[in-house]
T-cell receptor, first 111, second 116 residues
Framework: GESVGLHLPTLSVQEGDNSIINCAYS??????FIWYKQESGKGPQFIID?????DKRQGQRVTVLLNKTVKHLSLQIAATQPGDSAVYFC??????????FGGGTRVLVKP | DAGVIQSPRHEVTEMGQEVTLRCKPI?????LFWYRQTMMRGLELLIY????????DSGMPEDRFSAKMPNASFSTLKIQPSEPRDSAVYFC??????????????FGPGTRLTVL
């Protein structure tokens, strides 16, 4: 799958370091948020989600933080690995079953 | 679990031709979504179905685009006639959620469409 390419914000990170990807969402009524990872030639893959009644959720090597006051979402990846190189999208739900996706952030892991 | 299945994976056609993209959602999922992804516009929702019924098609670009879901295990997105600006990657996603309960959407591998 091709994602927004030439104009994507890019985060370069050294292998083994932690990564933090940020996302500002638009609608204060949004109640569900998802982070997706998209590798070249593939569809978006679910990483982790969080509902608006929480401010933090942890998965395997990933943590999502939600700050509803400033409408900000972040994804933290611990001990970043080469396989983490991809484009990361945040998505918010505010209307029925629909998700609105952000523009994406490209993560490049340097060996 | 096979995940969401899409076919074809790649489609190259000439302007004016009809194009049909196919999707098989994950078994047991109640909602199905069609998205389009381009470099300029990112990932856009075209239409989604709940229990095979189209709920929101506000993202469908124009009358040249149509989508159907004749049963719970199959959906099509048709473009007729196709134009070069329709070139994009088209994704199908499915979700176990129904109605106002929002749940994770699982994406297929996509169909890369090129209209010459």
């Amino acid at each position: 799958g091709e994602s927004v390419g030439l104009h994507l914000p890019t985060l370069s990170v050294q292998e083994g370091d932690n990564s933090i990807i940020n996302c500002a969402y638009s609608n204060s009524a949004s109640d569900y948020f998802i982070w997706y990872k998209q590798e070249s030639g593939k569809g978006p893959q679910f990483i982790i989600d969080i509902r608006s009644n929480m401010d933090k959720r942890q998965g395997q090597r990933v943590t999502v933080l939600l700050n509803k006051t400033v409408k900000h979402l972040s994804l933290q990846i611990a001990a970043t690995q080469p396989g983490d190189s991809a484009v990361y999208f945040c998505a918010e739900n505010n209307t029925g079953n629909k998700l609105t996706f952000g523009g994406g952030t490209r993560v490049l892991v340097k060996p | 679990d096979a995940g969401v299945i899409q076919s074809p994976r790649h489609e190259v056609t000439e302007m004016g031709q009809e194009v049909t993209l196919r999707c098989k959602p994950i078994s047991g999922h109640n909602s199905l979504f069609w998205y389009r992804q381009t470099m300029m516009r990112g990932l856009e929702l075209l239409i989604y179905f709940n229990n095979n019924v189209p709920i929101d098609d506000s993202g469908m670009p124009e009358d040249r685009f149509s989508a159907k879901m004749p049963n719970a295990s199959f959906s099509t997105l048709k473009i007729q006639p196709s134009e070069p600006r329709d070139s994009a990657v088209y994704f199908c996603a499915s979700s176990p959620a129904l109605g106002t309960v929002t749940d994770t959407q699982y994406f297929g591998p996509g169909t890369r469409l090129t209209v010459l």
